[in-house]
């Protein structure tokens, strides 16, 4: 009986695409704690559904990865405990991982077959086992939700564990994302020479470089000449943390997430939105998005990001295969 469950339940889930999914967490975005309200979004964007349903439809995966340019790690199925270890509420994982692994094979039927009024129902008795407010739980519990509909039932259920989470509390983080560096007594005879710290991992202190104001992220990380090569096989050496290859929106490796001061960001100027749309990241008219290219993004004070673990060239193939979509059915 539970296999036919498992069936349902993610069949169910499968008739949420990407913008289906864009629908129901802006509708539970409300329901999210500001801790977890840009990381939440954020993580929707690093891990698009389409891309994995490309890979898995394509006669050949790897030549398609290498058609779109990939390089990093791609696959959600390779970091369901870890993925979302930026979001306060992967603290929850374990108890959000376990429930949703039940509601996946329970025979019991859902309060609604609305998906964001699912999460929420999820989120709430995973608060009351854990004596959170139930904000703190939204957000990973969509993440769960999701990473189960891309990587499978079993694959979510055999995974080994998280990652050890951050312990600082959330008001602390909300506090140092909007913090900026004090220039000290005399600061204002720096002028356009003010220094900031930009945050590019909140769960390892030393992941920090700094920015004197008005330098692009990249440049700025650049000066970081500490070796960052073991924490992710695309930088290279003397770049800094954050991957970098052409510097003029081209490659799109330099994606990031602004968790905290995307007010603080220079506006995204034409090269970088038509970029970013071709790149598959993110489609928007906010002129300050929470997704950017640290080579075109100039910070004017204290920023913090999050770096994705992949880049390719996805929004283009998507727009082709829409057309050969329309082309079919006319």
């Not at 539970?2 to 509708?27: C, G, K, M, T, Y």
């Not at 006669?59 to 390779?78: H, T, V, W």
């Not at 490659?251 to 034409?270: F, I, M, N, P, R």
Request: net charge neutral; proline share 3%.
């Amino acid at each position: 009986m539970s296999n036919n469950n498992e069936a349902l339940f993610e069949a169910f889930l499968n008739q949420h695409d990407d913008p289906a999914w864009r629908e129901v967490i802006r509708d539970l975005l409300p329901f999210i704690h500001d801790v977890d309200k840009n990381a939440t979004e954020i993580w929707f964007h690093f891990y698009p559904l389409a891309l994995v349903r490309a890979l898995e439809k394509a006669e050949d995966a790897e030549q398609l990865a290498k058609k779109l340019l990939l390089q990093g790690n791609y696959y959600l199925k390779d970091q369901i405990d870890i993925s979302h270890k930026f979001l306060y509420g992967h603290r929850y994982w374990t108890e959000v991982k376990r429930v949703v692994g039940e509601r996946a094979v329970s025979d019991k039927a859902p309060a609604s077959l609305n998906l964001a009024a699912q999460i929420r129902e999820v989120a709430s008795y995973v608060a009351g086992l854990v004596k959170a407010e139930e904000s703190l739980v939204v957000g990973i519990t969509a993440v769960a939700f999701m990473t189960l509909q891309q990587v499978g039932i079993n694959a979510f259920k055999a995974s080994p564990g998280p990652a050890r989470a951050s312990k600082k509390r959330r008001e602390q983080i909300l506090k140092e994302r909007a913090r900026d560096d004090s220039q000290g007594l005399f600061g204002f005879l720096r002028g356009e020479e003010k220094v900031y710290t930009i945050t590019f991992d909140e769960t390892d202190e030393s992941a920090k470089f700094k920015l004197i104001s008005s330098q692009h992220l990249t440049t700025a990380a650049a000066c970081d000449k500490r070796d960052h090569t073991g924490r992710d096989s695309r930088i290279k050496a003397d770049e800094g943390p954050i991957p970098v290859e052409c510097r003029s929106a081209s490659c799109g490796t330099c994606w990031v997430g602004v968790l905290g001061g995307a007010e603080k960001l220079s506006e995204v100027a034409a090269l970088e939105q038509r970029s970013i749309t071709e790149f598959g990241y993110i489609e928007t008219d906010e002129q300050k998005p929470l997704v950017r290219l640290a080579c075109q993004a100039q910070a004017y004070g204290a920023v913090s990001i999050v770096i994705p673990p992949w880049n390719g060239v996805f929004g283009k193939h998507l727009r082709q295969q829409k057309e050969r979509e329309q082309e079919a059915r006319a």
